[in-house]
T-cell receptor
Framework: AQKITQTQPGMFVQEKEAVTLDCTYD???????LFWYKQPSSGEMIFLIY??????QNATEGRYSLNFQKARKSANLVISASQLGDSAMYFC??????????FGTGTKLQVIP | NAGVTQTPKFRVLKTGQSMTLLCAQD?????MYWYRQDPGMGLRLIHY???????AKGEVPDGYNVSRLKKQNFLLGLESAAPSQTSVYFC?????????????FGEGSRLTVL
């Protein structure tokens, strides 16, 4: 069974607009963490943001925020004021308990000038 | 500060050949992971290790073996390479202590099996 589901293979957003990338997850472990990573065309994996399952507030890091809805098991990434440099693949990931980290299939975001 | 280093960066193999990918980290991390990335498939976990001398299977372990003899190194082996193992391989490491904490990635190793 897929642990992390990203249903948007590709998305377009106008420069300076906000965009939401969807991520749903599946786990029975009460202790877990959710991550978002960015992979530009150069290939490196860049950490963006983290949300713990016990965190009461949504995580924010600059223009990135994570919309965490625990009951719905969703952890959507919101990018505000999109920039051309935001064009990349975005991966949602989950760490269950203390061990393995699994990734979704990714969303390719393209920012249009 | 090197972080996570993967060697080699590129390799071409013939079907049936064997090879080892080396991942080295200098951050004293307990956890280490090997992923493969294929178009449309995201990153799939091959094997991982939660400490020196320990390894565990991930989502797609068949055809691969791993070893973690030293804390800083995590080796991924292909005993008899197959074309289906053509992929980009990423190593990552992270701290122990619960679900928090980001993974630090290497630059990736592109493997082609002919």
């Amino acid at each position: 069974a897929q642990k992390i589901t990203q249903t948007q293979p590709g998305m377009f957003v106008q420069e300076k607009e906000a965009v939401t990338l969807d991520c749903t997850y599946d786990t029975s472990d009460p202790s877990y963490g959710l991550f978002w990573y960015k992979q530009p065309s150069s290939g490196e994996m860049i950490f963006l943001i983290y949300q713990g399952s016990y965190d009461q507030q949504n995580a924010t890091e600059g223009r990135y925020s994570l919309n965490f809805q625990k009951a719905r098991k969703s952890a959507n990434l919101v990018i505000s004021a999109s920039q051309l440099g935001d064009s990349a693949m975005y991966f949602c990931a989950m760490r269950e308990g203390y061990q393995k980290v699994t990734f979704g299939t990714g969303t390719k975001l393209q920012v249009i000038p | 500060n090197a972080g996570v280093t993967q060697t080699p960066k590129f390799r071409v193999l013939k079907t049936g050949q064997s090879m080892t990918l080396l991942c080295a980290q200098d951050m004293n991390h307990e956890y280490m992971y090997w992923y493969r990335q294929d178009p449309g498939m995201g990153l799939r976990l091959i094997h991982y290790s939660v400490g020196e001398g320990t390894t565990a299977k991930g989502e797609v372990p068949d055809g691969y073996n791993v070893s973690r003899l030293k804390k800083q190194n995590f080796l991924l082996g292909l005993e008899s390479a197959a074309p289906s193992q053509t992929s980009v391989y990423f190593c990552a490491s992270g701290l122990a202590g619960g679900p928090a904490g980001e993974l630090f990635f290497g630059e990736g190793s592109r493997l082609t099996v002919l």
